[in-house]
């Protein structure tokens, strides 16, 4: 993913985000903004954010269960300085969900989350894969399940969490900087001549009209409605809409409130609880 649409998507676009990872993300590309190109460009090629070689996780088959890692914020269409910065893309992710079904020596998948969520693209399409797998998904944090990963993970047939674990973030949100103010403190002011109420929406130095703030928030509330709608329908109405407004909860908590299925201790317990399963 270039540069600018990096930040285009995290200033512009609606997120499945904890509010923390998104403030990081933000913090480390602008960070990144003063480098010349060629050195940009270098620090893209397969190394971290602190210049050491990326090495991704993988996933592993391990006594009939298919181990898929989905750790930090995700996103599609990302490149090595985004998963070297920790990042995934779910389009990789997508891909293990394929190799492990065609896989004679897999009988079921365990996906190992630990996300604070991230993009609205590419989630639902995940979701709906793993809803669609011919081979039982299963679920698993001992970190985070939030945002865009809790709308994964509760696509499985079962999740687990360890007691220390935060589950939930059902929620949307999207970013809107005006700065028409600080161009009037400069004696400036910026008009926009569009063929649309909505077409210059988003342009530097300008304002929301009412207009354009209510669509804003009409595009929010029909995703969140899709989030909680997906969320009721996969976790049998267990979940109550007031656990549905953006808040997470650990482990038992979240277990109590319909958001997780069973407390592990860890990894090698929720995969002692799939292969029981399968």
Wanted: proline share 3%.
């Amino acid at each position: 993913m270039r540069y600018a649409e990096i930040l285009r998507v995290l200033m512009e676009e609606p997120l499945l985000l904890m509010p923390a990872a998104h403030a990081s993300l933000a913090r480390l590309f602008a960070e990144h903004r003063s480098l010349e190109a060629l050195e940009f460009r270098a620090k893209r090629e397969g190394v971290d954010v602190c210049g050491e070689a990326v090495e991704l996780a993988q996933m592993e088959v391990l006594e009939g269960v298919a181990v898929i890692p989905l750790g930090g914020p995700v996103g599609v269409g990302l490149g090595k300085f985004e998963k070297g910065a920790g990042a995934v893309d779910l389009g990789d992710v997508a891909e293990d969900l394929r190799a492990a079904n065609a896989d004679p020596g897999v009988r079921s998948i365990l996906l190992d989350i630990d996300s604070p969520g991230g993009m609205v693209s590419g989630t639902l399409e995940l979701a709906d894969r793993v809803m669609m797998s011919e081979k039982p998904v299963y679920a698993f944090t001992g970190g985070m399940m939030a945002s865009a990963a809790y709308w994964i993970g509760c696509s499985a047939e079962r999740v687990f969490a360890t007691k220390s674990a935060e589950v939930g973030g059902i929620g949307v949100y999207t970013l809107f900087l005006d700065s028409s103010r600080a161009l009037e403190a400069e004696g400036r002011r910026l008009e926009v001549v569009a063929s649309g109420p909505y077409k210059g929406l988003g342009v530097p130095g300008t304002a929301l009209s009412e207009r354009q703030r209510s669509f804003l928030q009409a595009r929010v509330d029909g995703i969140a409605a899709m989030f909680q709608g997906h969320v009721s329908e996969r976790r049998g109405g267990r979940v109550d809409l007031e656990d549905m407004q953006g808040q997470s909860f650990l482990g038992e908590e979240a277990r109590g409130r319909g958001l997780v299925d069973a407390v592990v201790m860890d990894l090698e317990e929720a995969l002692e609880e799939v292969r029981r399963e399968s």
